[in-house]
């Protein structure tokens, strides 16, 4: 049975708290506000519906972000952000919803810049462009990369090993997504969706090569 009709300032409040929020955390926020506003309450699936028909994303990019978006963002090892949590729980203060089937971990970002305040060498070696999309904090970002611009020892694990990659049309061979992307003027985004997809980027396709190298 379909429920109320959206209102526009419903929809309006809906798409203000989409990427910002841990999906449960925002269900229960949108109906704290419906019911302080005189609106009808919606549950999970009704949210989940109309914030697809309007294209509003269900994975927060704002103030939290999810364990999975850390490492790849970094360019570390997906083990190290794991790692994190349970060495500082304190710190980190990671969320994990009951009712999410996909098992996702949030963490917020202002714990992710305390973490960073007191844990800086976790850091070393990232690059500051990355630390900023990751810790909102430009200044922070640039003391850490200027501090710690290698791994510090003990630490090497960490560090995600290059990817090597291959153009299927021209048979060359690049020694990581980064150098395959310079190459050809396009970003390692546009590369790694290429290889996940098998689909073209900058009109090539591109294949792992990692197996051939160790070869």
Not at 155 to 169: F, H, N, T, W, Y
Request: charged letters at 20%.
């Amino acid at each position: 049975m379909q429920g109320p009709l959206w209102s526009q300032p419903e929809t309006d409040h809906l798409v203000e708290l989409t990427g910002d929020l841990p999906w449960p955390l925002l269900v229960q926020r949108y109906n704290q506000w419906a019911r302080a506003n005189g609106y009808p309450q919606r549950n999970s699936n009704a949210l989940t519906i109309k914030a697809i028909r309007v294209g509003a994303a269900r994975i927060p990019v704002g103030r939290w972000i999810t364990l999975a978006q850390i490492h790849p963002l970094l360019g570390i090892s997906h083990n190290c952000p794991a790692r994190w949590i349970r060495s500082w729980p304190d710190i980190l203060q990671p969320f994990q919803p009951n009712d999410d089937t996909n098992g996702r971990i949030y963490i917020r970002r202002d714990n992710l810049r305390r973490f960073a305040r007191l844990h800086p060498e976790q850091f070393g070696g990232i690059p500051m462009s990355n630390l900023i999309m990751l810790i909102e904090d430009e200044r922070l970002a640039e003391w850490i990369a200027e501090t710690y611009p290698t791994r510090p020892p003990g630490l090497e694990q960490c560090r995600k090993p290059p990817r090597p990659v291959r153009c299927v049309e021209t048979g060359q061979t690049f020694p990581s997504i980064q150098a395959a992307a310079a190459a050809v003027f396009v970003t390692k985004y546009a590369i790694s969706v290429a290889l996940k997809r098998g689909s073209r980027s900058a009109g090539f396709h591109w294949q792992d090569a990692g197996q051939e190298v160790a070869a």
